[in-house]
């Protein structure tokens, strides 16, 4: 499982020209399965994103965690952070988990993430999405499980 977090002062996505979920302060965050995760890995992401402390403390210190900062998350699934792009010029995907297990184990995320305490929206599994990101800091994180 492969989370790559920003931290933003506001997100939002869209579908069909639509806006479907905005957060102001806190995470998007894009979100890839592979083929060996399953629930432990769910588990652990969302618990190790809800506690990591990447939100400034009043020293200007990242000593907070988005539960402590009392932000949000947006959720978005991306399987091309499974991009393999060792041969050749055309990205394979090949390592990312089929869209029907995918589907279920984003689910199981935002859940999650919302059971941590983390106010929680998402995007559309599989949909042509327009993501507007306002990074702050700008701070982004990769995580891999």
């Given at each position: 499982?492969?989370a790559?977090?920003?931290?933003?002062?506001?997100?939002?996505?869209?579908?069909?020209?639509?806006?479907?979920?905005?957060?102001?302060?806190?995470?998007?965050?894009?979100v890839?399965?592979?083929?060996?995760?399953?629930?432990s890995?769910?588990?652990?992401?969302?618990?190790?994103?809800?506690?990591l402390?990447?939100?400034?403390?009043?020293?200007?210190?990242?000593?907070?965690?988005?539960?402590?900062?009392?932000?949000?998350?947006?959720?978005?699934?991306?399987?091309t952070?499974?991009?393999?792009?060792?041969?050749?010029?055309r990205?394979?995907?090949?390592?990312?988990?089929?869209?029907e297990?995918?589907?279920?184990?984003?689910?199981?995320?935002?859940k999650?993430?919302s059971?941590?305490?983390?106010p929680?929206?998402?995007?559309v599994?599989?949909?042509?999405?327009?993501?507007?990101?306002?990074?702050?800091?700008?701070?982004?994180?990769?995580?891999?499980l």
């Amino acid at each position: 499982m492969r989370a790559l977090i920003q931290r933003v002062s506001t997100g939002s996505v869209s579908v069909d020209t639509k806006t479907i979920a905005r957060i102001e302060k806190g995470l998007v965050i894009l979100v890839g399965i592979g083929h060996s995760d399953g629930p432990s890995q769910i588990q652990a992401m969302a618990e190790k994103i809800a506690n990591l402390r990447i939100f400034e403390d009043a020293d200007g210190k990242m000593n907070r965690s988005i539960l402590d900062a009392g932000g949000s998350a947006l959720v978005i699934s991306q399987f091309t952070l499974y991009a393999d792009t060792h041969k050749g010029r055309r990205p394979a995907f090949t390592e990312a988990a089929s869209p029907e297990i995918a589907s279920q184990l984003m689910d199981a995320f935002t859940k999650e993430l919302s059971r941590l305490g983390v106010p929680t929206c998402n995007g559309v599994f599989g949909a042509h999405m327009l993501v507007q990101i306002a990074n702050d800091g700008p701070v982004t994180i990769m995580l891999e499980l």
